[in-house]
């Protein structure tokens, strides 16, 4: 058959295909509305039937090359992934994050151990010994810890939508700064897990030197108030993202039975999801610390039950929601 | 014994290309055509610049103070790392991909879906170091199909959604009947040289052309007029 017959013979069906796969790419989400699109499946299979002809009868390539233009965008329409971005965060924050995170509890506790370790050890060494923090930080930043933590620095009676105010900012900033080193400590879990190894201890350290070095300073009475609202989140975040950057490193280092490419594939997927759900509870971590951890009219014996509550509904939450039930995925 | 791979219509056999096939299940190849490092790196300066817009657009946020400040950073945070999430999932490409004619898709060929996109993007840091994207150039470079580091562990592909050459006519022509049957391949080429003579410079036509001289048993201009004759013939018909 000529091509010039080929086409006229079927330059209906392919306008009329063309115009639903336009309609479709404008309007991805509304697709199930539009009766006419019932039809769209058949005509891709007819154009697929129409491209692999053109092909083998060796029509000219403008020919052949429309066609598979419109095989691709079809296919494309075709088999993409439908996403219900409600009904999905909801399954994923009630039942698969904590899932994923019991599914990965090695690499979880080994994250867990590599951050919280150095952070005891530092805190109990700087708590005993006062010149131990100046071989982590220098001089400058222990200064600025002492004046931000000192009792007597404590500026009262500050207008309360001033407060506010600041406080907002200060929310900017810890999703900024703390989601930041999150998904850094994720991402070069890719340099062989050095990287994540790296911001763990790191972090652990300098966390515990401040702690142990403010406790020792007499200044414990306004540290831990302030941090014991926010810490279950935020710590225990950074370790879940830890432990995602560890799982990149495990199919470097420790692919199994699969070709490396293959390993870390598998592991990003699974390690995507301990890190997006590591970015959720940071922002509620940054909410708690930037409204509730800096008001300063709350009595510090409320701020210690508040953060215990806090510590035991992670716990609780980690280790058995989504547990039992099929269905949610 | 050792079974040969079956051809894939003698199109990419043997070759080193930027065409990566994936058969989808209706039995029909998709030509995946790969981006490389150097239209990536126009369509990243591209979206550079608009994310330098977009923070440059913040900045009177700075005048109301604490909340200003507040809504600025959130602001910084969310340009970062998810203005190509963003707009991945949302078109399939970045503006400045989509500027160039790029596209982001899964190795299957289908649309880049939320978790892959995330991964390459977080991974983005990683292709970074150690200062302007060396790691994710030299992967590009190494990987078959000019993938980044960030490509790798999520499974993607960048590709050219814009065909090559747009639009091509055939030259109207007196249709003539070639004096022998030829074989699929010449035909091929004979419409493929037809298509193309509106962008080759005179000479070159006439020597292509007379490339066929044992076919046309003809010179100069009047080998072209043969060609394009056997081209409407094949195309047209009589």
């Known amino acids: 058959m000529k091509q010039q017959q080929f086409e006229t013979g079927r330059h209906r069906m392919w306008k009329e295909y063309r115009a639903l796969l336009e309609q479709l790419e404008r309007s991805p989400g509304r697709r199930d509305r539009l009766s006419p699109l019932q039809r769209f499946p058949r005509l891709y299979r007819r154009i697929c039937g129409h491209y692999a002809l053109a092909r083998s009868r060796g029509y000219s390539s403008s020919l052949t090359e429309d066609l598979h233009d419109l095989v691709r965008r079809g296919y494309q329409q075709l088999y993409r992934s439908r996403l219900d971005w409600l009904r999905q965060t909801l399954a994923f924050l009630s039942a698969g994050f904590p899932r994923a995170v019991r599914g990965h509890a090695g690499v979880f506790w080994l994250a867990a151990a590599l951050f919280f370790g150095p952070m005891l050890i530092m805190a109990l060494g700087c708590h005993q010994d006062e010149e131990l923090i100046y071989s982590l930080l220098d001089r400058q930043d222990i200064a600025q810890l002492e004046s931000m933590y000192d009792p007597t620095n404590r500026k009262p009676g500050r207008e309360a939508d001033r407060q506010a105010d600041t406080d907002f900012a200060m929310f900017g900033f810890y999703v900024m700064n703390n989601v930041g080193i999150a998904f850094r400590t994720f991402a070069s879990g890719l340099l062989l897990g050095l990287g994540s190894l790296f911001i763990l201890i790191f972090n652990g350290l300098v966390i515990g030197a401040a702690a142990g070095h403010l406790t020792r300073l007499g200044y414990g009475g306004t540290f831990w108030p302030f941090v014991s609202g926010h810490s279950a989140l935020e710590l225990t975040a950074i370790a879940v993202s830890g432990a995602a950057g560890l799982l990149l490193a495990a199919a470097l280092l420790a692919p199994g039975r699969r070709r490396r490419l293959d390993a870390l594939q598998r592991n990003a997927r699974e390690a995507v999801k301990l890190v997006t759900g590591a970015l959720a509870m940071l922002v509620l971590a940054a909410i708690i610390e930037a409204f509730w951890s800096s008001a300063t009219g709350i009595e510090p014996a409320m701020k210690y039950l508040f953060g215990g509550i806090c510590w035991l509904l992670m716990i609780a939450y980690l280790s058995l929601a989504g547990r039992g039930s099929a269905g949610a995925a | ?238």
Request: some cysteine; charged content about 20%; hydrophobic content about 45%.
């Open chain 2, 1 to 238: 014994m050792r079974l040969s791979e079956p051809p894939l219509n003698g199109r990419t056999e043997g070759l080193i290309d930027t065409l990566r096939i994936y058969e989808t299940p209706e039995g029909v190849d998709l030509e995946l055509r790969v981006a490389g490092p150097v239209v990536r790196a126009a369509a990243l300066a591209i979206d550079s610049l608009i994310k330098g817009a977009l923070i440059l657009a913040l900045t009177p946020l700075l005048a109301f103070s604490g909340l200003g400040v507040g809504l600025m950073l959130l602001g910084m945070f969310l340009l970062g790392w998810f203005y190509p999430v963003f707009f991945e999932l949302r078109n399939g490409a970045t503006p400045g991909k989509r500027a160039m004619g790029l596209a982001v898709i899964h190795g299957d060929g289908t649309p880049v879906g939320p978790a892959a996109s995330v991964i390459r993007n977080l991974l983005r840091v990683v292709d970074f170091l150690p200062l302007f994207y060396c790691a994710g150039l030299v992967s590009t470079l190494i990987d078959g199909d000019f993938r980044r580091l960030g490509d790798l562990a999520a499974g993607t592909l960048v590709i050219h959604v814009r065909p090559p050459f747009p639009e091509r006519e055939i030259p109207l022509h007196e249709p003539v009947p070639p004096p022998r049957p030829l074989t699929p391949e010449t035909q091929q080429a004979i419409i493929g040289y037809a298509e193309r003579s509106g962008r080759l410079s005179s000479e070159r036509r006439v020597e292509l052309a007379e490339a066929l001289a044992w076919l046309s048993a003809r010179r100069g201009h009047a080998a072209e007029e043969a060609v394009l004759g056997y081209a409407n013939w094949l195309t047209r018909g009589q």
